[in-house]
């Protein structure tokens, strides 16, 4: 069963090879880049790891204010449709309500199917299109979702 961990600076080559594994050439985030989003104000990242213990998937999320940001998603070809990138959502939506985001918004590419149904049936709505704004040439769809607020909880 593919579990998370949060993802530090020391995981930025970790991240950066997911990436490579995940997007196209021309998409793909080096260890730097990595490291560098990690350490901007507002940003976490996780981790999905497999049943048999190896990296799958990542997050990065960004918390603004009253709103939340997903930089980057993906999961492994090999691991895909298996619940990692549902749970990888799940918590990065969850750990910004945390942060006081009201909303979470996103990029994903016009035809890529796959990740439109997960935002669909995760309660996202188009909001907006950015043209061409893939190497490829290629549209994204700018996706938003309300988040429910979670309570403080007493230590």
């Given at each position: 069963m593919?579990h998370?961990?949060?993802a530090?600076?020391?995981?930025?080559s970790?991240?950066?090879?997911?990436?490579?594994?995940?997007?196209?050439?021309?998409?793909?985030?080096?260890a730097?880049a990595?490291?560098?989003?990690?350490?901007?104000p507002?940003?976490f990242?996780?981790?999905?790891?497999?049943a048999?213990?190896?990296?799958?998937g990542?997050?990065?999320?960004?918390?603004?204010?009253?709103?939340?940001?997903i930089?980057?998603?993906?999961?492994t070809?090999?691991?895909?449709?298996?619940?990692?990138?549902?749970?990888?959502l799940?918590?990065?939506?969850?750990?910004?309500?945390?942060?006081?985001?009201?909303?979470?918004?996103?990029?994903?590419?016009?035809?890529?199917?796959?990740?439109?149904?997960?935002?669909d049936?995760?309660g996202?709505?188009?909001?907006g299109r950015?043209?061409?704004y893939?190497l490829?040439?290629?549209?994204?769809?700018v996706?938003?979702?309300?988040?429910?607020?979670?309570?403080?909880?007493?230590?």
């Amino acid at each position: 069963m593919t579990h998370l961990i949060p993802a530090t600076i020391a995981h930025a080559s970790v991240l950066a090879a997911l990436h490579e594994a995940v997007f196209p050439p021309g998409e793909r985030w080096s260890a730097a880049a990595m490291a560098e989003q990690l350490g901007l104000p507002g940003t976490f990242g996780l981790l999905a790891i497999s049943a048999l213990e190896t990296p799958c998937g990542l997050m990065l999320a960004r918390v603004a204010a009253d709103q939340a940001e997903i930089l980057t998603l993906g999961v492994t070809p090999i691991q895909r449709r298996q619940g990692a990138a549902r749970l990888l959502l799940q918590q990065a939506e969850h750990r910004a309500a945390q942060a006081g985001a009201v909303a979470m918004f996103l990029e994903v590419a016009k035809r890529n199917n796959a990740a439109r149904l997960l935002y669909d049936r995760s309660g996202y709505r188009e909001v907006g299109r950015r043209r061409r704004y893939y190497l490829s040439g290629e549209d994204a769809l700018v996706l938003k979702r309300d988040l429910t607020p979670v309570a403080a909880t007493a230590c």
